[in-house]
């Protein structure tokens, strides 16, 4: 269908202007190729039947027969059908005609194309008789599928009928209006053409002047546009950039901080490490002392305990040669009273007698006094041996404590065995601990280097970045003046092109309002005009060398300034107050210690700013207030045109937020 009305369209819009009412008829397939179309549907519908499991429902059934009633297979053959030809009286009579031709579609009954599965479906479903009541109901809806499509295309084509009329009656209609409009238009064109002719010949030049300078103006404006543009993606970079090189300051301060940090965390263990140090040296030094007193104790011991032992030996010997010396006086005794018994005489009674006696009384003295004197010499050696039993009893019970001492210089030994085991464990911490000392101090000389090189490093870079920041500062500063007499000249010419704008249609309508036969007036004076550019006027009014030099418009920054040669002045504690009317007062106290030297400047910047970093005493950043205000100015304009009538056309301008 959509094929048969390109061919109508392509064929009747060729001379729609001069067609009647049209009447499309279209003749329908013969009763025999619908018949035969119908057989071929049914065919190919129980095949379809027959190859579906038989587990699907009625749902399943109807999309299958749907799909192969309204879709074409590749492999099914087309027949063709003769074309229909459709005879419209509303061509150009010729006598053209509309060729549509319809394909019928028959679909392949043969199952060649099927797979083993399914020709075995067809046959068991065939033997199948259950299913026969089923197959005719769907045969029925099918046929009756096919009916309602066929009056449902009819009833589409009618109403394309219908809305091709209505749209060629549109058409007619329009053209009507159309050969009007242009008589008249003919008409006007007559009847204006001296008139016209004069006028702009009359007017071209300075119309051709006044579009000239339109295009110019226009042209300057897009520059300007285009330069305001550029002007503002050179400040977003510049932001961008200004912005990019504080987020380097901040991580570089970070880590110089974490450096810091790990720099002090080294300096506390190597001062732990030093006192550990300093005390395992003391404890060393008192163990070395306690080692030398116990020796020194110990020596003196064994020398006391020499010197007993030595006179312990001695008197041994004394008694020993006492006791050796006792027998042998008594053989000597012996000896001589045998010798004297020899020498006694044999005869004569008197002699002796009176030896006898004599030697009796002898030998009685030599007794007596050998008795006094062994008596005498045991009582002596009996005192000596008796002093000597009691210094050697004092000796041995003065030894007795010595001996505990003994015991306990064993365990001290043991004891100063262990401490000295303990020492070289401890002399190879020590050298554990002087190793680590060095590394520690080698590690610490090195994070002194780095963090020297680092601090260079990052004053060379500071001074680079507060270059660039300055330079980059003066730049923005430069381009936010461009900026301003670049609006400034916007608006100017903004203005001046509204100027010429309405001098134009003011022209304009008093030239079509004029009739024809009207005698021309003589040339009148070029318009005057007159325009003011709005201006922001700051007044400054200071008592001292403290002035503010400068506030952003998008009160982001406040700029005060010394404007001293030679004296710092102190604004610590100073109050920095904002009064707008029909709003509440902002104040802001400077902290203290701040000082501004001669010929230096104090920005204060709010809390929102980008830019705003706390670096005393140049910048400080009031964390109370996110913005000082914005800034906005009014444009007042008088255009004259002659002496007629003057206008007055206000504007106000809200200056954007530079962000």
Not at 251 to 274: D, V
Not at 523 to 547: C, R
């Amino acid at each position: 269908m959509a094929a048969d009305d390109d061919d109508l369209d392509r064929n009747t819009m060729n001379d729609w202007s001069s067609s009647s009412w049209p009447v499309i008829t279209l003749s329908t397939i013969g009763r025999e190729a619908e018949e035969e179309s119908e057989k071929q549907i049914k065919t190919n519908v129980n095949n379809q039947l027959t190859s579906s499991s038989s587990s699907t429902g009625a749902s399943q059934f109807d999309t299958s027969i749907n799909t192969s009633a309204d879709i074409l297979s590749q492999n099914s053959p087309v027949t063709s059908v003769p074309p229909i030809t459709t005879h419209s009286p509303m061509l150009s009579g010729v006598g053209d005609s509309i060729k549509t031709s319809i394909r019928s579609v028959s679909v392949e009954t043969t199952t060649r194309n099927r797979s083993p599965v399914h020709r075995y479906g067809i046959n068991e479903t065939g033997n199948n008789s259950s299913h026969s009541s089923l197959y005719q109901s769907t045969n029925t809806q099918v046929t009756g599928n096919l009916r309602v499509q066929h009056q449902r295309e009819k009833q589409e084509l009618s109403d394309l009928n219908d809305r091709f009329r209505g749209y060629l009656d549109r058409v007619k209609i329009l053209e009507i209006k159309n050969s009007k409009l242009t008589s008249q238009l003919e008409d006007i064109t007559k009847a204006w053409g001296a008139a016209s002719q004069g006028i702009i010949s009359q007017y071209s030049g300075s119309l051709d002047r006044l579009r000239q300078e339109v295009n110019e103006c226009m042209l300057d404006e897009a520059d300007f546009q285009t330069r305001l543009r550029r002007s503002h993606h050179n400040i977003d970079n510049y932001r961008r950039l200004i912005h990019d090189e504080a987020t380097w300051n901040d991580r570089q301060e970070g880590k110089r901080e974490q450096l810091k940090l790990e720099f002090e965390h080294s300096c506390a263990e190597l001062s732990a490490l030093q006192k550990s140090y300093m005390q395992v040296e003391e404890q060393l030094k008192n163990l070395l002392q306690q080692r030398d007193d116990y020796i020194n104790e110990i020596s003196q011991l064994n020398e006391q305990s020499y010197k007993a032992t030595m006179d312990r030996i001695k008197s041994d010997l004394q008694v020993q040669t006492l006791r050796e010396e006792i027998p042998f006086l008594n053989d000597v005794h012996t000896h001589l009273i045998n010798e004297f018994e020899q020498l006694k005489p044999t005869n004569g009674i008197d002699a002796q007698l009176f030896y006898r006696q004599e030697l009796e009384k002898a030998i009685r003295d030599i007794r007596r006094d050998f008795e006094t004197l062994s008596s005498a010499q045991r009582k002596e050696m009996e005192d000596y041996y008796h002093v000597k039993i009691e210094e050697m009893q004092n000796d041995a019970k003065r030894l007795l404590p010595s001996q505990s001492r003994q015991d306990d210089l064993t365990k001290i030994s043991e004891q100063i065995k262990s401490t000295k085991f303990e020492i070289n464990d401890t002399q190879k911490t020590l050298i554990n601990e002087k190793d680590k000392f060095k590394e520690l101090q080698d590690r610490l000389a090195k994070l002194e280097e780095e963090y020297s090189y680092v601090c260079n490093q990052r004053g060379a870079g500071y001074d680079n970045t507060a270059k660039e920041l300055m330079g980059a500062q003066e730049r923005v500063e430069q381009l936010t003046e461009e900026i301003d007499t670049i609006l400034r000249s916007n608006i100017t010419l903004e203005s001046e092109i509204n100027i010429y704008r309405r001098l134009l249609d003011s022209e304009t309508n008093r030239l079509t309002q004029q009739t024809i036969e009207q005698v021309l007036s003589p040339e009148p004076a070029p318009p005057s005009f007159g325009s003011e550019l709005g201006k922001v006027f700051n007044k400054k009014i200071k008592k001292g060398p403290i002035a503010i030099k400068d506030c952003a418009p998008d009160g982001k920054c406040i700029t005060l300034e010394n404007t001293s040669n030679d004296k710092d002045v102190d604004v610590s504690n100073w109050t920095l107050k904002r009064r707008v009317e029909g709003s509440s007062e902002i104040s802001y106290t400077i902290p203290y210690g701040l000082v501004i030297r001669h010929g230096s400047d104090l920005k204060i910047f709010a809390r929102s700013a980008q830019n705003g970093h706390h670096r005393p005493p140049s910048q400080v950043v009031n964390d109370k207030l996110d913005s000082w205000g914005e800034e906005k100015a009014s444009h007042s304009q008088k255009i004259v045109f002659g002496s007629e009538s003057s206008r007055n056309l206000p504007y106000d301008i809200e200056w954007p937020d530079r962000k």
